[in-house]
């Protein structure tokens, strides 16, 4: 068992779920973000990704993305997961809150659990079917500093390890009990926001990883889940997962074009990589600056968001 980690990570921009709030109009007005949700790196967007978006705009007409095909949102089961990260649970909470309201507004049906009540029976029974799965807490990813590989805590959740005794009592439920004690819905998409090493990073206030130690870590972190069921998992280790929520819900965009429209993609590092771990499995790591692997995206990156709300 590893020592208590001390993957806490910066606050993403704050977001409130208040209905006067103001928000960002992108994309003709489709797809709504909080005007604080930090911005696009300066600078024009490079050739390919113009390529990029011609070629998405041909594959998906204006009209599509106007009018997503409409999918009965209180079929669709979202699950909202917030660790023991000790005096910054109340911060990560209000994050999940604001989550949990946010796919709600769309009409999901949403379950919702908080350390210090967050133990993994109750997230494995609450995780069974989920269309969504969104966790904040602790992460256990590798390669790391704390010894050799293994499943058993290592890219997975960091949890209470019992009831109601405070949000320091952290237990690592790895990718084996991912992969063996929860099947997700048909489609499902992870997101996993405010982790050490899903993305690829590292430890808040640690060296930055190599390229090769963060490619390692993001397909890592995605096994258990893809393996659960999922068809794809983003990673946002420090900016809020507000956008992609809202993609999910109403746009018809593929996984892909869902990170690299978010007002925090780069575009200026940003590589792919297949995945050793899991066959027939894609990445696209979007790092802002050089060292700091703080989004990512590991699954079937061709998947849309139509194709996920039809798959409850």
């Not at 606050?11 to 797809?31: D, N, Q, R, Y």
């Not at 095909?69 to 604001?98: C, F």
């Not at 999901?108 to 989920?130: D, F, H, L, N, R």
């Not at 704390?146 to 949890?159: E, P, S, V």
Request: aromatic letters at 10%; charged letters at 15%; glycine letters at 8%.
């Amino acid at each position: 068992m590893p020592r208590q980690l001390t993957c806490l990570v910066a606050a993403p921009p704050t977001v409130t779920a208040s209905p006067h709030a103001v928000f960002w109009k992108k994309e003709a007005g489709i797809l709504l973000v909080p005007t604080n949700v930090a911005q696009r790196a300066a600078g024009h967007r490079s050739l390919r990704l113009t390529a990029f978006a011609l070629t998405a705009a041909l594959v998906v007409s204006v009209g599509a993305m106007a009018n997503p095909q409409e999918t009965n949102a209180r079929a669709l089961k979202v699950v909202v997961v917030v660790g023991p990260v000790g005096s910054k649970t109340s911060e990560y909470k209000s994050s999940g809150k604001y989550y949990a309201s946010l796919a709600r507004s769309y009409g999901a049906s949403v379950t919702e659990i908080y350390s210090p009540y967050a133990t993994w029976s109750k997230v494995k029974a609450a995780a069974q079917g989920a269309n969504l799965l969104i966790y904040l807490g602790h992460g256990n990813g590798y390669p790391s500093p704390y010894g050799a590989f293994q499943r058993y805590t290592k890219d997975g959740m960091g949890l209470n390890a019992s009831y109601g005794n405070g949000n320091s009592n952290v237990k690592y439920w790895g990718e084996y009990y991912i992969d063996r004690d929860i099947q997700m819905a048909k489609n499902a998409v992870v997101i996993l926001n405010r982790l050490c090493y899903a993305s690829g990073n590292s430890e808040w206030g640690s060296a930055n990883p190599t390229k090769s130690t963060a490619i390692k870590r993001v397909d890592n972190y995605g096994a258990g889940f893809l393996r659960a069921g999922a068809k794809a998992v983003f990673a946002e280790a420090i900016t809020s997962a507000s956008y992609t929520i809202r993609a999910l819900f109403k746009s018809s965009r593929t996984m892909n074009s869902i990170l690299m429209t978010h007002p925090s993609a780069s575009d200026a590092r940003d590589f792919y990589f297949n995945s050793v771990r899991t066959s027939g499995m894609r990445a696209h790591l979007d790092p802002p600056q050089a060292g700091k692997y703080w989004r990512s995206l590991i699954g079937n990156l061709a998947l849309t968001a139509t194709q996920w709300r039809a798959g409850g």
